[in-house]
């Protein structure tokens, strides 16, 4: 008999918070039953400012969508941004147990705690262990097991945060009445639909640019090599907007949605365009060659900060899969050129996967809720060491990513 | 980097709820009353189950018991009359072997309202032996004599609602006290019972009023005649007519008999006075006097 389950998928964004209500039957079945947003308040650059404030739109979102689902959400989904994700790379290393030297499921257990267990300075605590590969006697390989070698290594990427910064999230939805089942970083999340399974494989880097924070992963041989956030998003584009056209900041996101360009568009770049459209009092007209290039600066001022994060990472060799970019500035026009130019990597737009029938969910700046809702499908509740049944398919191989072993 | 051990977020504690909005707390106090309404609901089913197993189950039949033969263990017999039980075993055929299922209630309540004693009857089952008999029966205001077609005599008993029936089981003494009816024709229907007499509860009356008010005079009462009375109180000629032992005859009006009788005390009371004990008759059933005959009217008095 299929169990069935509520779940709810919160993101705790700048500008908005989303919650989805999944039903989850069995293991292989999951509904969109509900879904709300309300504009977030309390909350910059990904991080809570202003518990109350946050806890009240956060709360109001999750009860919207459960009204809308009809039901009452069992457990949440919580996904997490900010500055104050970290992440680092370990390596532990062990020498196989055995007499013949073939590796059984105790030196897997030995090395992946090996390479776990690094202390973490005060007030931050561990997100996520992601396993980044094994090598046997130097040679990489995906699963030692049984394979015989004198020395297993294995390398996890792991991703820490603020604890007082988490709490904070959790307090807010334990305000509620709910606990966390899981807390899994905004890249990962909306990685987990924007990129495909074979795109993984190749080699790929997903962007995910909020509105005030952005955040990226890279994907190879299926595992994740390298996460992070940068404190810019589609509000600096708009606060850009401004200051450089003097115009307020409601003005200027107007603007940013009519006319923003990614890059500078030289069809029309001697063009006005009027502030408000309909000649009232305080009207002007702004020239799209200022607009597409203050859009342009801070788009490629982003670029260039996450090419330098990630350097040599950033390769076709590295990235056969190229650049997919998701979240709301994803929207931008002309904003994947923008991104070649920047990489020199061919880049697209992030779908959201053909499952998604509502059409306001196709949009790219849901692909982190849905991405937390097929993570829990997946994975009901894994624990920082490994999961509790072994996973097979591609949602298995995506929870093994975070299982290491 | 310090030395301490390393933390999970999953170490953080959960499910401080302080922080909490008003949002929050209408759900959880909506979800409390849900719940509470819920298991209030459950308890009442719950409660109602057991109650009805362990209250009501003894009257509850199981199918393997009516599949059995149950015999009759217990007859309850209700009446408002002077019917018993032996009678009514005797009439319906009831033994102790009696298979209380096979029982047809419906000719059971039949040949009990085909005797004229008895007005109405109820026949009911409480499984798994007992068989409730309940009847209603009429209440004999007269008497009377009568022959069948061999020229056999048929005492029978009239009720108030004019019921013409043999009395079954009544005391001789209470019978004695009864009048007898006179000058009335006695018909009879197809199935050759006796159809009712009309005006039988104006007659009821009369006797009834002249029980309470004059109880010894009332006792000297032989014979009620209906020979000018045919039910009928409009007819001006109508007339109830009384024999008894004191006075030969009575004759009342069949309308204020409370009137009447005060006349009647007031008339008896004055003879009294006089010493006169040679009435032959006294009419009451003239407006505002009475006729009052003497056998000898300048007769003696004693």
């Known amino acids: 008999m299929s169990q069935k389950k509520i779940i709810g998928a919160v993101e705790i964004g700048t500008s908005k918070v989303v919650v989805l209500v999944g039903e989850i039957l069995g293991r292989n079945s999951l509904n969109i039953i509900g879904m709300a947003q309300t504009t977030s308040m309390g909350v910059k650059k990904g991080e809570v400012t202003n518990l109350k404030s946050a806890s009240d739109s956060t709360h109001t979102a999750i009860v919207a969508a459960?009204?809308?689902?009809?039901?009452?959400?069992?457990?949440?989904?919580?996904?997490?941004?900010?500055?104050?994700?970290?992440?680092?790379?370990?390596?532990?290393?062990?020498?196989?147990?055995?007499?013949?030297?073939?590796?059984?499921?105790?030196?897997?257990?030995?090395?992946?705690?090996?390479?776990?267990?690094k202390a973490l300075p005060l007030q931050r605590v561990y997100i996520h262990h992601i396993l980044g590969g094994y090598k046997v006697d130097g040679q990489p390989t995906k699963n030692p097991l049984g394979m015989a070698g004198e020395q297993l290594e294995v390398q996890y990427w792991n991703v820490n945060a603020d604890q007082r910064k988490i709490s904070d999230q959790l307090h807010i939805i334990n305000g509620f009445g709910i606990k966390v089942d899981d807390m899994i970083i905004s890249s990962i999340a909306s990685g987990c639909v924007a990129a495909s399974e074979e795109e993984r494989d190749k080699g790929v880097l997903v962007i995910d640019i909020g509105c005030g924070t952005t955040d990226f992963a890279v994907y190879k041989d299926g595992i994740i090599l390298r996460t992070g956030v940068i404190g810019v998003g589609g509000d600096h584009i708009t606060n850009d907007l401004a200051i450089g056209l003097r115009i307020n900041y409601k003005n200027a996101e107007s603007i940013k949605h009519r006319f923003g360009k990614a890059i500078v568009d030289s069809s029309d770049k001697n063009d006005t365009v009027l502030l408000f459209g309909d000649l009232t009092i305080g009207d002007a007209p702004i020239s799209r060659s200022s607009i597409y290039k203050i859009t342009h600066a801070r788009v490629e001022e982003l670029f260039n900060i996450i090419h330098n994060k990630l350097g040599s990472l950033i390769s076709t060799q590295n990235l056969p899969g190229g650049i997919i970019i998701t979240g709301g500035s994803a929207r931008l026009p002309h904003?994947?050129?923008?991104?070649?130019?920047?990489?020199?990597?061919?880049?697209?737009?992030?779908?959201?996967?053909?499952?998604?029938?509502?059409?306001?969910?196709?949009?790219?700046e849901y692909s982190t809720v849905i991405g937390l809702l097929q993570y829990a499908m997946t994975a009901q509740r894994p624990d920082?060491?490994?999961?509790?049944?072994?996973?097979?398919?591609?949602?298995g191989k995506m929870a093994g990513i975070f299982a290491g072993n | 980097m310090s030395n301490r051990k390393q933390l999970d977020w999953r170490d953080l504690p959960q499910g401080n709820r302080k922080k909490t909005t008003k949002v929050a707390r209408r759900r959880r106090w909506l979800r409390v009353c849900k719940t509470s309404g819920l298991t209030l609901l459950l308890c009442a089913l719950?409660?109602?189950?057991?109650?009805?197993?362990?209250?009501?189950?003894?009257?509850?039949?199981?199918?393997?018991?009516?599949?059995?033969?149950?015999?009759?263990?217990?007859?309850?017999?209700?009446?408002?009359?002077?019917?018993?039980?032996?009678?009514l075993f005797r009439k319906i055929g009831l033994t102790s072997?009696?298979?209380?299922?096979?029982?047809?209630?419906?000719?059971?309540?039949?040949?009990?309202?085909?005797?004229?004693?008895?007005?109405?009857?109820?026949?009911?089952?409480?499984?798994?032996?007992?068989l409730i008999v309940s009847v209603r029966e009429c209440s004999p205001v007269l008497?009377?004599?009568?022959?069948?077609?061999?020229?056999?005599?048929?005492?029978?008993?009239?009720?108030?609602?004019?019921?013409?029936?043999?009395?079954?089981?009544?005391?001789a003494k209470a019978l004695r006290s009864l009048p007898y009816i006179g000058g009335v024709r006695f018909s009879t229907a197809e199935d050759g019972s006796i159809l009712p007499i009309k005006g039988m509860d104006v007659v009821a009356e009369l006797l009834e009023t002249a029980r309470i008010r004059m109880p010894e005079i009332y006792s000297t009462w032989t014979v009620v005649s209906c020979d000018r009375f045919s039910g009928d109180v409009s007819k001006p000629d109508a007339l109830i007519k009384i024999k008894s032992k004191l006075i030969e005859e009575l004759t009342f009006k069949p309308e204020?008999?409370?009137?009447?009788?005060?006349?009647?005390?007031?008339?008896?009371?004055?003879?009294?006075?006089?010493?006169r004990t040679d009435i032959l008759s006294i009419d009451l059933s003239y407006a505002d006097q009475a006729v009052v005959s003497y056998a000898d009217p300048r007769g003696p008095r004693s």
């Open chain 1, 335 to 364: 904003l994947c050129e923008a991104a070649r130019q920047a990489f020199n990597v061919n880049a697209r737009v992030a779908q959201n996967p053909a499952w998604v029938t509502n059409p306001e969910l196709k949009a790219p």
């Open chain 2, 97 to 130: 072997q009696t298979d209380i299922s096979s029982i047809d209630i419906q000719a059971i309540k039949n040949t009990l309202e085909s005797v004229g004693q008895i007005k109405e009857a109820s026949v009911s089952r409480n499984l798994p032996g007992e």
């Open chain 1, 384 to 395: 920082s060491g490994g999961r509790k049944k072994k996973n097979t398919g591609w949602f």
């Open chain 2, 46 to 87: 719950v409660g109602g189950f057991v109650y009805s197993l362990y209250f009501a189950g003894s009257s509850i039949p199981q199918m393997d018991d009516l599949s059995r033969h149950q015999p009759v263990r217990q007859v309850t017999f209700i009446t408002d009359g002077v019917l018993d039980e032996t009678w």
């Open chain 1, 66 to 117: 459960e009204k809308s689902a009809g039901v009452s959400i069992d457990s949440i989904y919580l996904s997490c941004s900010g500055r104050h994700l970290d992440g680092f790379s370990t390596t532990g290393k062990v020498a196989v147990s055995s007499s013949d030297n073939v590796i059984n499921r105790a030196d897997l257990q030995r090395v992946g705690e090996m390479a776990r267990t």
């Open chain 2, 256 to 275: 204020n008999f409370d009137l009447q009788i005060e006349r009647l005390a007031e008339i008896i009371q004055f003879v009294q006075a006089e010493h």
């Open chain 2, 143 to 171: 008497r009377a004599v009568t022959a069948d077609d061999k020229g056999r005599r048929i005492r029978l008993l009239i009720a108030r609602d004019g019921t013409v029936f043999e009395g079954i089981n009544y005391p």
